[in-house]
């Protein structure tokens, strides 16, 4: 698949390029760029990033990050069946607990939520830091709403985290989900403060807290311009660009018009004159005789 020129591998994470060291130099770049491509469109355009990371797995799938990069693609496209297999082939590599949240959530997109509330309760849990720990809160927390426990799942997102007045890279997501789950057992206007939490947490945009905050006000979000108004806009406006081409085609045909009209005049005068003049010398005939 076609790569920009732009793109040297150099980009990806230090750690990732230590890795690709076991492979040989230009083979190692092959791979770098693939998975520079494969992080560029994850969010964009998974598809295109999944094809990308079949390629760098074809190329060097005995490298952790390699099947990590895989695993995350295929879990972005909706196939857990084969992210799963390939997180479970990087932490045998690796040996990290890293994936453990995300490998559970493939389970509940599998539709096994009882499996991934089984791995909440793993020790590879307390071996997760702060932002995994939270992370699988989330995952089992979802899985009990799957299940359809969802007052256990308001209370499975309760704990120090979410109490906490700090703001940290998962606080939204954390916050959100918490109102959500309590937006589900009807505690509307506890949901209600939540959801304003989570958008005041919210600075990269991640959650869509604020068109739930206008959800529950009763707000509606409608274009200025219906759909009608929009087409004749669009009409008008291919109108005005037909007349705007058109218009030289009939300065010239009015050109045209113009000077045969101009020359008319002068054909018609001249043929006065040659009258008048023809009358002039009959009349002059008829007094000589």
Do not use: H
């Given at each position: 698949?076609?790569?920009?020129?732009?793109?040297?591998?150099?980009?990806?994470?230090?750690?990732?390029?230590?890795?690709?060291?076991?492979?040989?130099?230009?083979?190692?770049?092959?791979?770098?760029?693939?998975?520079?491509?494969?992080?560029?469109?994850?969010?964009?355009?998974?598809?295109?990033?999944?094809?990308?990371?079949?390629?760098?797995?074809?190329?060097?799938?005995?490298?952790?990050?390699?099947?990590?990069?895989?695993?995350?693609?295929?879990?972005?496209?909706?196939?857990?069946?084969?992210?799963?297999?390939?997180?479970?082939?990087?932490?045998?590599?690796?040996?990290?607990?890293?994936?453990?949240?995300?490998?559970?959530?493939?389970?509940?997109?599998?539709?096994?939520?009882?499996?991934?509330?089984?791995?909440?309760?793993?020790?590879?849990?307390?071996?997760?830091?702060?932002?995994?720990?939270?992370?699988?809160?989330?995952?089992?927390?979802?899985?009990?709403?799957?299940?359809?426990?969802?007052?256990?799942?308001?209370?499975?997102?309760?704990?120090?985290?979410?109490?906490?007045?700090?703001?940290?890279?998962?606080?939204?997501?954390?916050?959100?989900?918490?109102?959500?789950?309590?937006?589900?057992?009807?505690?509307?206007?506890e949901a209600r403060e939540?959801?304003?939490?989570?958008?005041?947490?919210?600075?990269?945009?991640?959650?869509?807290?604020?068109?739930?905050?206008?959800?529950?006000?009763?707000?509606?979000?409608?274009?200025?311009?219906?759909?009608?108004?929009?087409?004749?806009?669009?009409?008008?406006?291919?109108?005005?660009?037909?007349?705007?081409?058109?218009?030289?085609?009939?300065?010239?045909?009015?050109?045209?018009?113009?000077?045969?009209?101009?020359e008319d005049v002068?054909?018609?005068?001249?043929?006065?004159?040659?009258?008048?003049?023809?009358?002039?010398?009959?009349?002059?005939?008829?007094?000589?005789?």
């Open positions: 698949m076609p790569i920009p020129d732009d793109v040297t591998g150099d980009e990806i994470d230090k750690d990732v390029r230590q890795e690709l060291m076991s492979l040989p130099k230009g083979l190692a770049e092959e791979v770098a760029r693939n998975l520079v491509m494969v992080a560029n469109l994850l969010d964009e355009d998974p598809e295109q990033a999944y094809a990308y990371s079949r390629i760098a797995l074809r190329l060097a799938s005995r490298v952790a990050a390699v099947r990590e990069a895989a695993g995350f693609a295929a879990y972005a496209t909706g196939k857990y069946t084969e992210a799963l297999a390939e997180f479970r082939a990087a932490r045998r590599m690796t040996g990290s607990v890293e994936l453990w949240p995300v490998m559970a959530d493939c389970e509940r997109g599998m539709g096994r939520p009882e499996r991934a509330l089984a791995m909440a309760g793993e020790p590879e849990v307390a071996k997760l830091d702060k932002a995994g720990q939270v992370e699988m809160r989330l995952v089992a927390a979802g899985a009990r709403k799957d299940m359809g426990q969802a007052d256990a799942a308001v209370v499975t997102l309760q704990g120090p985290e979410l109490a906490s007045n700090s703001i940290q890279p998962w606080t939204a997501r954390l916050r959100y989900a918490y109102a959500d789950a309590l937006l589900a057992v009807d505690r509307e206007a939540w959801f304003a939490k989570a958008l005041e947490a919210d600075q990269g945009g991640m959650t869509d807290a604020s068109d739930r905050l206008a959800e529950l006000d009763g707000v509606e979000f409608t274009d200025a311009m219906g759909d009608e108004d929009a087409a004749e806009v669009t009409e008008t406006a291919a109108a005005v660009e037909v007349d705007a081409d058109e218009e030289p085609a009939a300065t010239e045909a009015e050109a045209t018009v113009e000077s045969a009209s101009v002068q054909d018609d005068k001249a043929a006065n004159d040659a009258a008048d003049g023809k009358a002039s010398d009959d009349q002059g005939s008829d007094d000589k005789s």
